[in-house]
């Protein structure tokens, strides 16, 4: 995992299609993290270099427990963390936008105005949600995971140096972020660092703010970009 745009990053297409690539990669990453308590296959991936790195950037230095732990005992605790973070019972964060971001009298509800808004949205842009998915719409890991496929959308265009194919992507990228994400996930994990003890779970939701805030950015950029090619 590495940070998106920054310095040394060019406008070659070669270029354009690996920053696409990590963008894909973390979105999906953090998509995983937030859909469902860590397994130990998925451990092993939290316990490398690379995320320890990402989060030590970020301030949050592992404890010696997680990196390791035994491994059950490591897991066990993780989805425990999970679980009272964001499913309760009792009082738990929700990671849906619709409790952020409807209305007064609807805010707080699940199934609201925006959790339509992003299922539509998502149908529309070409994308399917799994026949298996349970979940609502609206949860942060599907629009994670959205962002993640637009990215690798992009990523694919680069590579075809298609920058008309680029900028739609790009497009859809921007307007998501614009219209969703920017507006509720900071505030989503804001809540998490305020109030979680984990350093894991706490440090995961530095870095998506961290991310998202930095992505916006290179998003417009690249976008910039391929509008420019695209003639």
Request: proline share 4%; net charge negative.
């Amino acid at each position: 995992m590495t940070e998106t745009g920054g310095e040394g990053s060019t406008d070659h297409p070669e270029d354009l299609a690996r920053t696409a690539m990590e963008s894909s990669n973390l979105h999906g990453f953090l998509a995983a993290v937030f859909r469902a308590e860590v397994t130990p296959e998925f451990l092993q991936d939290l316990r490398s270099a690379a995320v320890v790195e990402a989060l030590s950037d970020v301030g949050v230095e592992m404890t010696d427990q997680f990196l390791n732990g035994p491994e059950d005992e490591v897991v066990e605790y993780l989805a425990v963390e999970y679980a009272a973070l964001y499913l309760g019972p009792g009082k738990h964060i929700s990671p849906h936008e619709s409790i952020y971001r409807d209305d007064e009298e609807r805010k707080g509800e699940y199934w609201g105005v925006c959790t339509v808004a992003v299922k539509k949205y998502i149908e529309a842009v070409g994308f399917e949600y799994d026949e298996k998915y349970m979940g609502i719409p609206d949860h942060i890991s599907v629009e994670l995971e959205f962002m993640a496929e637009l990215a690798n959308r992009e990523n694919q265009a680069w590579e075809k140096d298609d920058p008309v194919a680029a900028a739609n992507a790009l497009e859809f990228q921007q307007e998501f972020m614009a219209d969703h994400l920017s507006l509720w996930v900071p505030k989503f994990c804001g809540q998490v660092v305020e109030k979680c003890d984990d350093p894991f779970y706490k440090g995961i939701g530095q870095l998506t703010m961290e991310f998202l805030d930095s992505e916006k950015e290179d998003i417009d950029r690249r976008l910039a970009i391929a509008q420019e090619r695209s003639g």
